[in-house]
């Protein structure tokens, strides 16, 4: 494999990294201790005030990152450059942390129109990878977007749950199943939570989010 420079800080890399040594030691861990369901940060790892005022749809959330320079610089190269080794680079990131359990991988879908003008779905090309890792199967066709939502950054956190509401399909029966949603970034849940009432309104059992980044209020 040829070197090549390093995606944050250019410098001489090899083996095929994409950042180098000092870099990837930089990037921003979202540490503990954790709510279990949300991933924000909670004394002791308890459910979080939030989560128990209003339990969302979601049963867990498993992150690797705060969402945070960098990490935020990688997520926007995938997504809008088309630095398609990052997904790669994100599930192995995903894979060296806790894995849950599950019998399915699903990622979030992505609108028509958002995924004619990107071409792919960031969330479609870091699960499957995770997939063969973990021998799930990856279902990308059952569920899909059908709302046409304004981007969730545009709006206020507490706009976007109505943003998304409604904005999911599913066709497949999900009875009794433990489904993990896999996604790039969770800023307040929203998304994911739609999602999740979805896959539950189908049957799912349990809905985890495998999440490579969770950005926190500041």
Known sequence: MLPQDCLLCGAAGGGGRLLCEACSGDLPALGAPRCPVCAAPSPGGETCGACLKSKPAFDATIAVWRYAFPVDRLVQALKFEHRLALARFFADALLAGAR???????????????????????????????????????????????????????????????????????????TGRLVVVVDDVMTTGATLDEFARTLKRHGAAKVVNWVVARALRV
Request: net charge positive; hydrophobic share 35%; aromatic share 4%.
């Open 100 to 174: 849950p359990g599950g019998d399915l991988l699903m990622p979030v879908p992505l609108s028509p129109r958002r995924l004619r003008e990107r071409g792919f779905n960031q969330a479609v090309e870091i699960a499957r990878p995770l997939g063969r890792a973990l021998g799930l199967p990856l279902d990308v066709d059952a569920c899909r977007r059908t709302a046409e939502t304004l981007p969730q950054t545009s709006l206020p956190w507490k706009e976007r749950r109505r943003n998304v509401k409604n904005a999911f399909e599913c066709g497949m029966d999900l």
